[in-house]
Each structure stands twice: as C-alpha cells, then as structure tokens.
Nanobody, 117 residues
Framework: QVQLVESGGGLVQPGGSLRLSCAAS????????MGWYRQAPGKQRELVAS???????NYADSVKGRFTISRDNAKNTVYLQMNSLKPEDTAVYYC???????????WGQGTQVTVSS
C-alpha cells in the first residue's frame, strides 16, 4: 500500500506562484510513474504533469513553460512548481502513482488551488 500526501495548495492571485508537494510512503520512484492531475468543478480529471520511472517528464499543453515537475528521491517527494498562474488553473490537484507494467495505482487526497484576484 502506497500513501500519498499532498500539500502546498492555497489561494493565489493571477500571475503568482505555488509549489505543491507530494510525499510518498517509501522509496517508490524507481517502480512507479508519478504524476499530478487536476479536476476543476464540472470537468473531468486531467493530467497536468508526469514523471516516468525512467526520469522523463510529460506536461499538458496548457501548462508547458509555466509548470515544472521535479522530485527529491531522498525525501520520497514529488513537487509541482506552478508559475504564472491563471484563473483557469483553479482546481483540486491530485498526486498519482502508477506502478510500472501494472494496473495498480494510488491517489492522494487532493489539494485545492484557487487562482483569483
């Protein structure tokens, strides 16, 4: 069982920045692809950024150049640095872990990000 605990959400003005953190219960990065998803009210959950076990990254077109996913292996933590935030980035952000070559996955509890003036 993998536990994921997100933190770092909050209210920020347009153009501002936030950094989300996702702490995993154990050293899983070599066996799991890690990602950040978000879900806005009335919309489907969508992939924001992902980190494959190989180390390669992937971003949604809407956040390219503004968001950066990174990880600290020693801390078993994945980060999402969000810059130049827009009102349309408002959503609940979820951390996700997908075990390689398996259907096993885990979700965090979510953290609210609100971009508003």
């Amino acid at each position: 069982q993998v536990q994921l605990v997100e933190s770092g959400g909050g209210l920020v003005q347009p153009g501002g920045s936030l950094r989300l953190s996702c702490a995993a219960s154990g050293s899983i990065f070599s066996r799991y692809a890690m990602g950040w998803y978000r879900q806005a009210p009335g919309k489907q959950r969508e992939l924001v950024a992902s980190f494959l076990a190989s180390g390669s990254t992937n971003y949604a077109d809407s956040v390219k150049g503004r968001f950066t996913i990174s990880r600290d292996n020693a801390k078993n933590t994945v980060y999402l640095q969000m810059n130049s935030l827009k009102p349309e980035d408002t959503a609940v952000y979820y951390c996700h872990a997908q075990r390689a070559y398996s259907s096993i996955d885990y979700w965090g509890q979510g953290t609210q990000v609100t971009v508003s003036s």
